[in-house]
């Protein structure tokens, strides 16, 4: 009985060392703070992804409106809303949101060219456009300068920041003979994270 009673307390004095053994171990890595540390330091990280979001006008949203124009001779006629008789102002905007975190690249494009419900049309080209990043009397200038529209999206305004808008002037030059009727097509805006290309 002796001979087993100091088998058990061998047993368990080892497995006590080994315990001492593996806590001294467990406790010396590089994560303890003991002794004369006073501080850890550890990494604490995000990723934060691209945000914008931009708005129409109301007034660009509806469409542009270029009225009624007269027919057999070569003219521009501008977009009714141009100048607005308040503030002399364009009333077509496009603004990007104040909690966007990315500037913003503008695009533009034309779905088609200006057809009428008769099966004529004229070209796209004939709608032009010009863009700033304010708005007044001269600003966005026009119509001499102005850019033609494009069927693909080409760059609009570059680097609207949050809070921020890029405003729009345009005009339609009315070939010589165009067939009389009810022309129109469709513009579409696109927004990119500046850099990133239309």
């Given at each position: 009985?002796?001979?087993?009673?100091?088998?058990?307390?061998?047993?368990?004095?080892?497995?006590?060392?080994?315990?001492?053994?593996?806590?001294?171990?467990?406790?010396?890595?590089?994560?303890?703070?003991?002794?004369?540390?006073?501080?850890?330091?550890?990494v604490?990280?995000?990723?934060?992804?691209?945000?914008?979001?931009?708005?129409?006008?109301?007034?660009?949203?509806?469409?542009?409106?270029?009225?009624?124009?007269?027919?057999?001779?070569?003219?521009?006629?501008?977009?009714?809303l141009?100048?607005?008789?308040?503030?002399n102002?364009?009333?077509?905007?496009?603004?990007?949101?104040p909690?966007?975190?990315?500037?913003?690249?503008?695009?533009?494009?034309?779905?088609?060219?200006?057809?009428?419900?008769?099966?004529?049309?004229?070209?796209?080209?004939?709608?032009?456009?010009?863009?700033?990043?304010?708005?007044?009397?001269?600003?966005?200038?026009?119509?001499?300068?102005?850019?033609?529209?494009?069927?693909?999206?080409?760059?609009?305004?570059?680097?609207?920041?949050?809070?921020?808008?890029?405003?729009?002037?345009?005009?339609?030059?009315?070939?010589?003979?165009?067939?009389?009727?009810?022309?129109?097509?469709?513009?579409?805006?696109?927004?990119?994270?500046?850099?990133?290309?239309?």
């Amino acid at each position: 009985m002796r001979g087993h009673r100091s088998i058990d307390i061998f047993l368990a004095l080892g497995a006590f060392i080994l315990f001492l053994a593996f806590l001294f171990f467990s406790l010396s890595s590089s994560n303890l703070v003991s002794g004369a540390s006073s501080s850890a330091s550890f990494v604490s990280k995000v990723n934060i992804e691209k945000y914008f979001s931009i708005a129409l006008s109301d007034n660009l949203s509806t469409g542009i409106d270029f009225g009624t124009a007269s027919g057999g001779t070569t003219l521009t006629v501008a977009a009714l809303l141009n100048n607005d008789t308040l503030t002399n102002g364009t009333d077509y905007f496009i603004s990007v949101s104040p909690d966007s975190n990315v500037p913003v690249d503008l695009c533009i494009k034309a779905n088609n060219h200006l057809l009428s419900t008769s099966g004529a049309f004229f070209g796209v080209g004939n709608e032009t456009w010009s863009s700033s990043n304010s708005s007044n009397d001269s600003a966005p200038s026009g119509p001499f300068g102005a850019i033609p529209l494009s069927l693909s999206y080409t760059p609009a305004l570059l680097y609207v920041s949050a809070n921020q808008s890029a405003y729009f002037r345009f005009w339609l030059d009315v070939p010589l003979n165009v067939v009389e009727g009810a022309y129109n097509n469709s513009l579409s805006f696109e927004g990119v994270s500046t850099g990133l290309g239309c």
